[in-house]
């Protein structure tokens, strides 16, 4: 069965940094796009980052371009986001995420919180 276990989230201060990390199980990875999203208390779940298969293609929301950066290892069957210069908007719990046909992965998500 398909898991997704995120683990990395802690809190931080105002320009901080976090890694992120998603392991993958259940599925044949490196033949899934994959997504981080977030969500903040009141607010609806957002895409943040997404990856090809392969690690070649990337794309990531404009609140975190160049400060994010997605990135996979397909022989750990794991995916990262590297969070940099986080700020205290980028509070939430985030969450890894691929599509398999027509149903929806989702893993039980880290809490990142950025705060002085």
């Known amino acids: 069965q398909v898991r997704l276990v995120e683990s990395g989230g802690g809190s931080v201060q105002p320009g901080g940094s976090l890694r992120l990390s998603c392991a993958a199980s259940?599925?044949?990875?490196?033949?899934?796009?994959m997504r981080w999203y977030r969500q903040a208390p009141g607010k609806e779940r957002e895409l943040v980052a997404h990856?090809?298969?392969?690690?070649?293609?990337?794309n990531y929301a404009d609140s975190v371009k160049g400060r994010f950066t997605i990135s996979r290892d397909n022989f750990r069957n794991t995916v990262y986001l590297r969070l940099n210069s986080l700020k205290p908007e980028d509070t939430a719990v985030y969450y890894c995420?691929?599509?398999?046909?027509?149903?929806?992965?989702w893993g039980q998500g880290t809490q990142v919180t950025v705060s002085s």
């Open positions: 995420n691929t599509q398999l046909g027509p149903n929806n992965y």
């Open positions: 259940g599925f044949t990875f490196s033949r899934n796009l």
């Open positions: 990856i090809s298969s392969a690690g070649g293609y990337t």
